[in-house]
């Protein structure tokens, strides 16, 4: 099984759609995947139509030891796609006067045969519930928007990476960077991605998500866009994401 986390400490860099679409591609390949929402915004969570409002078995009560993590997983309509939801008094956890950031990758011991991926939506800041999914990853994507201030969040997350990596988790390892919202015909946009590739080399993906329509569409609806668009440049593009992490899986 291997852990992944979808990280950038900048909102609206596409984090949460590339959680949603990612996992939703690697089922796409056959592989058994886990999504943990561990966003209390519950995007991801809303993404796969579960109204937050009504869960009673998120990631919260999986982290306080309220119910076990086989006891929190939902189906989705992708085949071979679960997802453990989030709601939002998973914020209470990051009160808590005792911080472990262990909890999770303890939970995930219990499914470790089960699954193939996991994949996990990590809030936009470095707090409890962000440490404790980078401590239980193998590696880290992160999104990065074609914009001026792209580079700026890429500093930061490069840092916190450094930081629990000395602390908690030392065999942690960037996985890639998929550059996000990216217009091919944008002067701008193809500058950040030169500078990603200078930066990153072969950890960039060649694979680059489109600002289109159909992704905030597909949110509306409660599914990923690889089923709302399954021929459009978004669904493409998630997939052939997914065909480079697992070809990725192959090639070390």
């Not at 030392?170 to 701008?188: F, H, K, N």
């Not at 060649?206 to 569409?217: K, L």
């Not at 709302?228 to 990725?248: M, N």
Request: glycine fraction near 4%; proline fraction near 5%.
């Amino acid at each position: 099984m291997k852990v992944i986390s979808i990280a950038n400490h900048k909102g609206g860099v596409g984090k949460t759609n590339t959680a949603i679409n990612l996992a939703a591609g690697l089922a796409h390949f056959s592989r058994k995947v886990l999504l943990i929402d561990m966003d209390p915004q519950g995007n991801t969570s809303r993404g796969y139509g579960i109204d937050t409002s009504l869960v009673d078995k998120s990631i919260m009560e999986v982290l306080m030891d309220e119910y076990k993590i086989k006891e929190s997983i939902q189906p989705t309509v992708v085949k071979n796609l679960d997802i453990i939801p989030s709601k939002l008094i998973v914020s209470n956890l990051e009160e808590t006067p005792e911080k472990k950031f262990y909890l999770l990758k303890k939970a995930l011991n219990k499914v470790a045969n089960i699954y193939d991926y996991v994949i996990i939506d990590c809030p936009p800041s470095l707090g409890v519930l962000t440490i404790n999914s980078l401590t239980a990853s193998n590696s880290i994507i992160i999104p990065v928007q074609c914009q001026y201030f792209a580079l700026n969040a890429v500093t930061q997350i490069l840092a916190n990476i450094a930081n629990v990596k000395s602390k908690y988790n030392p065999d942690l390892s960037i996985e890639g960077v998929v550059l996000t919202m990216y217009d091919p015909a944008s002067e701008l946009d193809n500058e950040i991605a030169n500078e990603i590739r200078t930066i990153f080399k072969e950890k960039t993906y060649s694979s680059r998500i489109p600002r289109t329509n159909s992704i905030p569409e597909s949110n509306i609806r409660g599914i990923p866009v690889t089923m709302w668009r399954p021929s459009g440049k978004a669904s493409t593009a998630y997939l052939s994401l997914a065909k480079e992490v697992i070809d990725a899986e192959y090639n070390n």
